[in-house]
């Protein structure tokens, strides 16, 4: 079950959605603000113990790559 939780967000990050949204990368910026999340959920070491934790990290690293996106700049936000 979904709940809606509302943020705040910098112009800047804003800006940086909807450029992935344009791009095609996300479908809305929604799918885009949970993707981040859960790329910062698994930075701070909450990775599922699936066995494939480290081809996960780097896939996730990967897709943060193509969006030009740091760990840094998820600590910012």
């Known amino acids: 079950m979904s709940q ?3 943020v705040r967000l910098p112009e800047q990050q ?3 959605l909807d450029k992935q949204v344009k791009n095609g ?3 809305n910026r929604s799918e ?3 993707d981040a999340l859960r790329s910062k959920l698994l930075a701070v070491g909450t990775i ?3 066995g494939d934790s480290v081809k996960e990290v780097r896939a996730i690293r990967k897709r943060m790559a193509k969006m ?3 760990i840094a700049d998820i600590n910012a936000a």
Do not use: F, G
Request: aromatic share 6%; proline share 6%.
């Open 48 to 50: 599922p113990d699936t």
């Open 14 to 16: 804003v800006k940086m």
């Open 25 to 27: 990368v996300y479908a």
């Open 68 to 70: 030009n996106i740091s």
């Open 4 to 6: 809606l939780v509302q």
């Open 32 to 34: 885009a603000i949970r």
